[in-house]
């Protein structure tokens, strides 16, 4: 669920952008682990500069010359790479990626800012209470420093092999699949996913994914005798259509005579009060406007059915109708930006 809080509504992201409901968690682990890692990082390097014998002032000074710029660099990269979230036509995803970059930014600022500053107060106090009593910069592991010495003399060649590893991670994007993973994304050991494979296995699946037709009708309304008989053929031109397995509408009552549906629709009052009322109140709006023909199709879209929204929506056309046609499929494409 994608919403916007009422603070989020008002200032920085939320302002501009509906919040995903779950971005303040991960904005904030986010948060927490950059500044904590941004600070360690600092004060490491002003600590070894105060072991060399350097002034409060001259040790700060080169800490940020150094490690300060890391920080920078770091911070922009990481940048980068979040941007990379806006591009997706997925509006919960894009609300986490601006979210990450405002909390990433702001947590390089405080970074080069705050921390230097109470680097500055602290100066030499802040070797105090030290838990290790091994000397900043000699704390690496062997391992480690003859990994970074190895780094230095050929950089060339690891940036080369860095750069085909990340161009090998990239390549599944090729294959990326935007659409609701729904059973898909859930093992095979739970209820859901059985219930899923005995419909499959039963032909049946298209009961999971419904079209739902709203048919406007204007000022006259269903209840006129022009717009049953249209909804009526525009219910058995979607039934004649090979890839239809049921449909649900005002007008499909089964067995029922036309001659006593239309006795029962002859007005608004009889039609809630007859045998048919549960019928007419699950698919005909309370002031009678709209009319709602859902339809099942035989196959489900993840067993390679064909979409049927734009033959309903030319199947309407050619009845005269004005209609919207909706429903889970519809929704998944439009979720994924493909339409």
């Given at each position: 669920?994608?919403?916007?809080?009422?603070?989020?509504?008002?200032?920085?992201?939320?302002t501009?952008?509906?919040?995903?409901s779950?971005?303040?968690?991960?904005v904030?682990?986010?948060?927490?682990?950059?500044?904590?890692d941004?600070?360690?990082?600092?004060?490491?390097?002003?600590r070894?500069e105060?072991?060399?014998g350097h002034?409060?002032?001259?040790?700060?000074?080169?800490?940020?010359?150094?490690?300060?710029?890391?920080?920078?660099?770091?911070?922009?990269?990481?940048l980068?790479?979040?941007?990379?979230?806006?591009?997706?036509?997925?509006?919960?995803?894009?609300?986490?990626?601006?979210?990450?970059?405002?909390?990433l930014?702001?947590?390089?600022?405080v970074?080069?800012?705050?921390?230097?500053?109470?680097?500055v107060l602290?100066?030499?106090?802040?070797?105090?209470?030290?838990?290790?009593?091994?000397a900043?910069?000699?704390?690496?592991?062997?391992?480690?420093?003859?990994?970074?010495?190895?780094v230095?003399r050929t950089?060339?060649?690891?940036a080369?092999?860095?750069f085909?590893?990340?161009?090998?991670l990239?390549?599944?994007?090729?294959?990326m699949d935007?659409?609701?993973?729904?059973?898909?994304?859930?093992?095979?050991?739970?209820?859901?996913t059985r219930?899923?494979?005995?419909?499959?296995?039963?032909?049946?699946?298209?009961?999971?994914?419904?079209?739902?037709?709203?048919?406007?009708?204007g000022e006259?309304?269903?209840?006129?005798?022009?717009?049953?008989?249209?909804?009526?053929?525009?219910?058995r031109?979607?039934?004649a259509?090979?890839?239809?397995?049921?449909?649900?509408?005002?007008?499909?009552?089964?067995?029922?005579?036309?001659?006593?549906?239309?006795?029962?629709?002859?007005?608004?009052?009889?039609?809630?009060?007859?045998?048919?009322?549960?019928?007419?109140?699950?698919?005909?709006?309370?002031?009678?406007r709209t009319?709602?023909?859902?339809?099942?199709?035989?196959?489900?879209?993840?067993?390679?059915?064909?979409?049927?929204?734009?033959?309903?929506?030319?199947?309407?056309?050619?009845?005269?109708?004005?209609?919207?046609?909706?429903g889970?499929?519809?929704?998944?494409?439009?979720?994924?930006?493909?339409?």
């Open positions: 669920r994608v919403r916007a809080g009422p603070a989020a509504g008002r200032i920085g992201v939320g501009f952008l509906p919040l995903a779950y971005a303040q968690i991960i904030t682990m986010l948060g927490l682990a950059i500044g904590i941004y600070a360690l990082l600092l004060v490491n390097r002003f070894e105060l072991r060399q002034a409060t002032n001259d040790a700060l000074s080169r800490t940020m010359r150094t490690a300060g710029v890391s920080v920078l660099f770091s911070g922009s990269t990481v980068i790479a979040l941007a990379a979230l806006l591009v997706p036509p997925l509006t919960f995803v894009r609300s986490l990626g601006a979210s990450a970059m405002v909390i930014a702001t947590g390089m600022l970074a080069v800012t705050a921390v230097p500053a109470l680097l602290l100066g030499p106090r802040v070797n105090a209470g030290r838990i290790s009593q091994r900043p910069g000699t704390r690496s592991a062997p391992v480690w420093r003859a990994w970074g010495q190895r230095v950089p060339a060649r690891f080369a092999v860095g085909s590893v990340l161009v090998l990239t390549l599944p994007v090729t294959q935007l659409r609701f993973s729904g059973v898909r994304g859930l093992t095979s050991v739970n209820d859901t219930a899923v494979e005995l419909l499959g296995a039963s032909n049946m699946a298209g009961l999971l994914e419904p079209y739902d037709v709203m048919i406007d009708l006259v309304g269903f209840f006129d005798p022009s717009s049953i008989r249209d909804v009526s053929t525009f219910v031109d979607v039934l259509f090979g890839d239809v397995l049921a449909v649900v509408a005002p007008t499909n009552v089964g067995a029922l005579p036309n001659l006593l549906v239309q006795q029962y629709y002859a007005t608004a009052d009889l039609a809630r009060s007859s045998p048919l009322a549960d019928l007419v109140d699950t698919t005909v709006s309370r002031d009678g009319a709602l023909v859902r339809v099942y199709p035989t196959a489900a879209s993840w067993q390679g059915a064909p979409p049927l929204d734009a033959t309903l929506r030319r199947l309407a056309e050619e009845r005269g109708l004005t209609a919207i046609v909706g889970t499929q519809v929704a998944e494409r439009e979720w994924r930006g493909a339409l």
